[in-house]
């Protein structure tokens, strides 16, 4: 009998593993096309993003999105390397500034900046952009965003946006 129970746990051990064993595949996306592992029908491992434009990720892929450590080349060959999060690679300019670098397999790549709020949102960010003069300054989103967040009395739980 124990000889059994042994057989039945070392053929579950196996089969569990076989269930998720990632394959090299390749494929479509609206803005990009992937070569590399995937699992359950999805981009997911190690591979690479080639975006429609000509610029290419190559690296950590998880459920279609890009995240974690990779290398992003542009169209013209410049490079951005670190650690993205939910597509996002986010690289510091200054203390109150920061360049973001947007991803998606879906509908291509985004750039833009970020400032840091003021006041009660001080911890937040804000999109902004590169003004004539060269300094960064709030988008028209980006001041709206700020005004909501520095609102006196501004309950969290009724705030718009994603609450995930």
């Known amino acids: 009998m124990k000889i059994f129970k042994l057989f039945t746990i ?20 609206d803005a990009s ?3 590399g592992e995937v699992k359950k029908g999805k981009a997911h491992g190690v591979g690479v993003f080639t975006f429609s434009d000509g610029s290419t990720y190559e ?3 998880s459920k279609n999105r890009i995240h974690g450590q990779g290398k992003y080349t542009d169209s013209q060959g410049k490079v951005y ?16 500034t920061r360049d973001v670098l947007k991803l998606k397999p879906k509908t291509g790549i985004e750039g833009g900046a970020e400032i840091k709020g003021t006041g009660a949102a001080s911890t937040k960010w804000f999109a ?15 001041k709206k965003a700020m005004d909501i ?16």
């Open 59 to 61: 690296g950590k892929v």
């Open 149 to 164: 967040a520095n609102k006196p009395g501004k309950d969290e739980s009724s705030s718009s946006g994603s609450g995930c």
């Open 128 to 142: 902004a952009e590169k003004n004539s003069s060269g300094t960064f300054e709030l988008t028209a989103e980006g």
């Open 33 to 35: 096309t992937y070569e």
């Open 81 to 96: 390397e670190g650690k993205f999060r939910y597509g996002s690679l986010k690289t510091k300019i200054d203390k109150k």
């Open 10 to 29: 070392a053929v579950f051990i196996i089969f569990s593993s076989l269930t998720s064993i990632t394959y090299a595949e390749s494929l479509k996306f």
